[in-house]
């Protein structure tokens, strides 16, 4: 590959990572920002015609959001569960697994890489028996209120995975390397993804309880 090539692969690479970052944090914020308004606006909390009132609007639709996620996390519906255990699983994992891994790597903290004689044990291998473990369990139970449970443990181990693609991929261990911005990207664009799926997932209940509430059932005429 000549100078100019890998300069213009360099670039690309900049720009994507910050896009990628951007793209997660916003749709995160969507999630949040779109249910903090729709308790401010069903809620106790004033109409912002001030500063103050903003201000004092905004504490009490923030109480009202926290009382209302939690009680909704209790009372929503098992694939809603599955799907927000999913997403905060897997973007805490990964977020956790960097922080981790600089901390060890600039040889702050008490954690040290893990090693079996020669060989560093990567943490993409407690991650495949994570993933293993939760999906397995998942299949043989068939149990759709289990699975609401099973899949915190599977998005972690999945962030575990998705946080050295790079290394999968190049097979070296390019963590640390320019190749391994692969593996931001990845979870970058892993945690838009699931953080869609969790608004979909709301979306798709939200018209079920709308249009088929009223629809007959099997047998049953118009």
């Given amino acids: 590959m000549s100078p100019a090539s890998r300069g213009r692969k360099r670039r690309r690479a900049s720009v994507r990572t910050p896009a990628l970052a951007v793209t997660a944090g916003a749709t995160t914020a969507v999630l949040i920002a779109a249910e903090l308004a729709r308790v401010w606006r069903r809620g106790r909390a004033p109409a912002p015609k001030s500063r103050r009132e903003l201000l004092q609007g905004g504490q009490i639709a923030a109480r009202e959001t926290a009382e209302v996620l939690r009680a909704g996390y209790r009372a929503g519906a098992a694939n809603e569960t599955a799907a927000l255990n999913l997403f905060l699983s897997f973007g805490a994992t990964f977020a956790v697994a960097r922080a981790v891994t600089h901390s060890i790597r600039s040889g702050a903290g008490p954690l040290r890489n893990l090693e079996i004689g020669r060989h560093h044990i990567h943490h993409f291998v407690p991650g495949i028996l994570l993933v293993l473990a939760a999906g397995g369990t998942s299949v043989v139970m ?21 946080d050295e693609t790079a290394l999968l991929i190049e097979l070296a261990d390019v963590y640390w390397s320019e190749k391994g911005v692969l593996s931001i990207d990845a979870g970058l664009g892993a945690v838009s993804a699931l953080a869609c799926l969790a608004l979909g997932v709301r979306v798709v209940r939200r018209g079920e309880a709308a249009i088929l509430s009223g629809a007959p059932g099997p047998g049953q005429s118009m």
């Fill in 142 to 162: 068939r149990h759709e209120h289990l699975d609401q449970w099973l899949a915190a443990p599977f998005g972690a181990g999945a962030a575990l995975i998705v």
